[in-house]
């Protein structure tokens, strides 16, 4: 991770009860802030539908001490839009630097 390249995002649970009527609600838990070297993944074009879109996936990766350990009930917040963690896995066996793959649930 160099100096410059990390961005600040943040790490957000997302929980999910029942209400009286038997509808999900889903609510925000715990939230994290941490800072990350964010990239797009190799070919962030896509072809869909006939036309070329920008790629919804982009790799995190973080320095964080994961006892909370987030999946995909997870998102991360970059840049005011919510990613859903596909793929988290540590980086070279190293105790604190986990890479996230995460896709967007909005437009990119």
């Known amino acids: ?3 410059g390249l990390r961005k600040q995002v943040q790490l957000v649970q997302i929980l999910s009860t029942k ?5 999900w609600q889903s609510y ?3 939230k994290f802030g941490v800072w990350a070297e964010v990239s797009n993944t190799s070919g962030f074009r896509q072809y869909e539908h006939g036309q070329t879109q920008l790629g919804s996936t982009k790799t995190f ?3 964080f001490r994961f006892d909370k350990h ?3 009930d997870w998102k ?3 840049q005011g839009k919510d990613w859903t963690i ?5 980086v070279n066996e190293k105790r604190f630097y986990w890479s996230i793959r995460a896709q967007s649930t909005s437009d990119v």
Not at 19 to 23: I, T, Y
Not at 86 to 90: A, G, H, K, T, Y
């Open 61 to 63: 990766l973080v320095r």
């Open 76 to 78: 991360v917040r970059y």
């Open 1 to 3: 991770m160099g100096i």
């Open 86 to 90: 596909s793929e988290r896995e540590q």
């Open 28 to 30: 925000e838990g715990e």
């Open 19 to 23: 209400d009286g009527s038997g509808r």
């Open 70 to 72: 987030p999946n995909c």
